[in-house]
């Protein structure tokens, strides 16, 4: 699964990256507001930073304006991909925008019937929100399950972008249903790392190492 970071902070996609941790990168308008940034600057920024993909999101909302936009954020840098909300605007500006090469990512998806029907209008990457369909009880994963399904069923090329992820068994059951890709905030990637055995067994190990008296260096 690649590991996307859903984020417009410089210094925690630059940390993640060194590890070799960033296939792309996911950004919208609250993460570059959050940011204080400009989106023309900052998006530039993690371009340069970043091999993957990178989505910066479009706010316009007729089909013809979103194009416009989405030509613009694509002129930032060859591997920007162009988001854009799952609005019948949104798959007019996805067929002609994925028609002239532009990578695609179609945002705000909520059902399969969506998920679909985005894919059919050339949709690079499809993002299911997990998180905000937890939050109003209906489980996340049984939607990223059924695209699953769906696009296996009928070989659409479109991939699985699970995004709103707001836990690392967000991240582990995406990784089981076949998500393509997992979008995340830095922390909940850096949790991914931390057990409590682990922190357990080193503290014992170090007490009986201290006890040796030895030193390697
Ligand atoms: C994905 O591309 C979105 O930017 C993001 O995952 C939304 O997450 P949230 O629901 O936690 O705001």
């Not at 590890?19 to 400009?38: C, Q």
């Not at 613009?72 to 920007?80: F, P, R, S, T, V």
């Not at 998180?131 to 994963?141: A, P, T, V």
């Not at 997992?182 to 080193?202: Q, R, S, Y």
């Amino acid at each position: 699964m690649k590991f996307f970071v859903d984020t417009a902070e410089i210094d925690a996609i630059a940390e993640l990256n060194d590890l070799g941790m960033v296939d792309g990168v996911t950004t919208n308008p609250s993460l570059i507001l959050k940011s204080g940034r400009d989106i023309l600057e900052v998006t530039k920024e993690i371009c340069d930073l970043v091999d993957g993909p990178v989505s910066a999101e479009v706010v316009a909302t007729k089909a013809d304006d979103m194009i416009a936009e989405g030509r613009k954020l694509a002129e930032i840098a060859d591997n920007i991909t162009v988001k854009l909300p799952l609005t019948w605007d949104g798959l007019k500006a996805c067929k002609v925008l994925s028609g002239e090469g532009k990578m695609v990512n179609v945002t705000l998806c909520f059902s399969a019937n969506q998920a679909l029907i985005a894919a059919k209008a050339g949709a690079t990457f499809i993002s299911p929100f997990i998180g905000r369909l937890d939050d109003i009880n209906i489980d996340g994963m049984d939607l990223i399950a059924d695209i699953r399904t769906i696009y296996d069923n009928y070989g659409f090329e479109t991939q699985i972008l699970a995004a709103s992820i707001r836990t690392v068994n967000h991240v582990l059951e995406s990784a089981r249903i076949g998500a393509d890709v997992m979008t995340a905030p830095p922390e909940v990637i850096k949790k991914l790392a931390m057990h409590p055995l682990t922190d357990k067994g080193l503290e014992t190990f170090l007490a009986d190492w201290a006890k040796t008296g030895q030193k390697i260096l």
